[in-house]
């Protein structure tokens, strides 16, 4: 066997240092690699896990809203005035469901919003954390009020066969939104300058409608102008309130006056003059039963109370100019003269700030001794309906008056003629109305306490997310 020189050995010492050296490095390299791949796989899972969080807390955030907005549908009728805490806070209206209590925290507030220039605005905040990640939920509602219209009925069970409702006729102009969850009744050349909006499936023209629900079939009988655009057909009906004065007289009875059966003249001077019984407290009979105290005014004259809230048990006549800011609530109104705003009409004089609000459990009426033309300032809503104080089989036995006009806004649950027109559209009985929407109404100017909606208008809704 051939023996290796010591050059060759040096040589093969040399090989496998290398060698060595080599498979180090290699061994090197895989380390780093599998610790690589070791920090991609944390990383991976950290973000899962962030994600999952930021999720968590964005579904936390936006229930803690929706619990919010649920709120605020059930306080129509009386809004909150200021902050309202919802999730958490010292006095939470509602509590984190057991299921979701381990996860995170959530704080949820309604504030009043009164940056965006809209009535009964809110802004609700919700934040939500789980983990280290923070979800913020900001969304802006409204409480729809039922004084944006200018003309709303209810009308519940209505068909197209049915005789007793009005139809609107040549010579009205209807000035503002009109809805109606019933059908609207069209003859001639009425006037819309807003959007027209009803829950059944086509408007009822004299001479018949087109398959499409929105064209007369005889443009000679119905003609009508509509300015904003065709009728929007099938939309959702809105909830009638089945109480209107009962959260009023809860307003009345510790901040405002409560009557029955009083005559009501509003005067220049800021005070409204009252002659009938007023309620001033309770006693106690014999069997625990509250029975109510009342004392007589003659032509008193009493400042509007600091709530702006009346309540009459029984019938209010009314009449007068306002001053001020004031709603009225009976079982029924009756309207003997005109009922003006002192600073003028809100169409010619929008700077104005003078509003009154008409609620009645029954109907409002035009009384029978109102003059030819009336003129009344005012947002009106009737769970009956709004009509002359004679019933419609009277009304032909009605002389021929003039024109009522409304400037404000009109809810009724049923509606009913104001007086009937020949074919020319001239009045044969009674009057013909005239509906103007006040469009101070849009911003924030409101009649004191007056009856909202069940239903909320979202204005914005963002979130933000914040790592902790």
Same mark, same amino acid.
Do not use: K, W
């Given at each position: 066997m051939r023996r290796l020189t010591r050059r060759q050995l040096s040589l093969v010492r040399h090989q496998r240092g290398f060698a060595m050296i080599t498979c180090y490095m290699v061994l090197v390299l895989l380390m780093a690699m599998e610790s690589t791949f070791l920090m991609r796989s944390l990383l991976g899972k950290h973000v899962a896990v962030m994600r999952q969080d930021s999720l968590g807390a964005l579904y936390m955030a936006e229930g803690a809203v929706e619990q919010a907005l649920q709120y605020l549908t059930t306080q129509t009728a009386s809004p909150p005035a200021s902050t309202v805490e919802i999730m958490e806070g010292a006095s939470p209206l509602y509590a984190v469901p057991a299921a979701y209590a381990n996860l995170g925290t959530v704080t949820a507030t309604i504030d009043p919003d009164a940056t965006v220039g809209v009535p009964n605005a809110y802004k609700i905040t919700a934040t939500a954390t789980v983990g280290y990640s923070s979800r913020t939920v900001t969304v802006g509602a409204a409480i729809q009020s039922f004084a944006t219209y200018a003309y709303f009925t209810n009308n519940p069970a209505d068909s197209d066969t049915n005789t007793a409702r009005p139809w609107f006729r040549s010579g009205q102009t209807i000035t503002g939104p009109v809805h109606s969850n019933g059908y609207l009744r069209v003859m001639g050349t009425p006037t819309f300058t807003d959007v027209v909006t009803t829950s059944m499936d086509s408007i009822l023209y004299a001479g018949g409608t087109e398959a499409d629900?929105?064209?007369?079939?005889?443009?000679?009988?119905?003609?009508?102008?509509?300015?904003?655009?065709?009728?929007?057909?099938?939309v959702p009906a809105k909830l009638f309130p089945q109480s209107a004065t009962a959260a009023l007289r809860a307003i009345a009875e510790p901040e405002g006056y409560v009557f029955k059966d009083a005559q009501y003249t509003l005067n220049q001077s800021g005070q409204v003059e009252v002659t009938g019984d007023q309620l001033t407290g309770y006693t106690i009979n014999g069997s625990g039963e509250l029975v109510p105290q009342y004392t007589t005014l003659t032509k008193q004259g009493l400042p509007l109370p600091p709530s702006g809230v009346i309540v009459d048990e029984g019938t209010a006549i009314l009449k007068g100019t306002l001053v001020g800011q004031l709603t009225l609530g009976a079982q029924n109104i009756s309207i003997k003269d005109n009922v003006l705003y002192n600073s003028g009409n809100p169409i010619v004089q929008p700077q104005g700030t003078d509003i009154?609000?008409?609620? =009645?459990? @029954? +109907?409002?009426?035009?009384?029978?001794?109102?003059?030819?033309?009336?003129?009344?300032?005012?947002?009106?809503?009737?769970?009956?309906?709004?009509?002359?104080?004679?019933?419609?089989? =009277?009304? @032909? +036995?009605l002389a021929a008056r003039g024109s009522v006009t409304l400037y404000g806004s009109l809810a009724v649950n049923e509606s009913r003629p104001l007086g009937a027109t020949d074919a020319n559209g001239n009045i044969v009985h009674g009057y013909v109305g005239q509906y103007n929407s006040d469009p101070r109404l849009k911003t924030v100017l409101q009649p004191p306490a007056f009856p909202k909606e069940q239903s909320l208008r979202i204005l914005y809704w963002s979130s933000d997310q914040q790592q902790l």
């Open positions: 629900g929105v064209t007369p079939v005889d443009a000679s009988r119905s003609n009508p102008a509509f300015q904003s655009g065709a009728p929007q057909l099938n009154l609000g008409l609620v =009645a459990d @029954n +109907n409002v009426y035009i009384n029978v001794n109102a003059p030819r033309d009336v003129e009344i300032d005012a947002n009106i809503m009737a769970l009956g309906s709004f009509r002359t104080e004679v019933d419609d089989a =009277a009304l @032909n +036995n």
